[in-house]
Nanobody, 115 residues
Framework: QVQLVESGGGLVQSGGSLRLSCAASGHFASINSMGWYRQAPGKPRELVAAITSTGRTDYADSAKGRFTISRDNAKNTVYLQMNSLKATDTAVYYC?????????WGQGTQVTVSS
């Protein structure tokens, strides 16, 4: 069993910054890709950013230039640094990890950006 525990969400003003963290725990040998998704009310879940075990990254167009994904393989942790936040970034952010040939999800953390 794998558990993903997110932290770092909250309320921030437009233009502000937040840093999300997600730590994976459980019985596994290694983690393939890790990433962050988000879901706003009434909208489908969408990819924000992803990073492979070798550090290759991928970003949604909406995140490019503002968000940075990184990971600490020794700590099985992925981070999302979010700068220049906008009201349209308001959503529940979910951590994702591909481990043992399947996707695992965190419980989600709320990010609210006030305009």
């Amino acid at each position: 069993q794998v558990q993903l525990v997110e932290s770092g969400g909250g309320l921030v003003q437009s233009g502000g910054s937040l840093r999300l963290s997600c730590a994976a725990s459980g019985h596994f040998a290694s983690i393939n890709s890790m990433g962050w998704y988000r879901q706003a009310p009434g909208k489908p879940r969408e990819l924000v950013a992803a990073i492979t075990s070798t550090g290759r990254t991928d970003y949604a167009d909406s995140a490019k230039g503002r968000f940075t994904i990184s990971r600490d393989n020794a700590k099985n942790t992925v981070y999302l640094q979010m700068n220049s936040l906008k009201a349209t970034d308001t959503a529940v952010y979910y951590c994702n990890a591909y481990i043992s040939w399947r996707d695992w999800w965190g419980q989600g953390t709320q990010v609210t950006v006030s305009s």
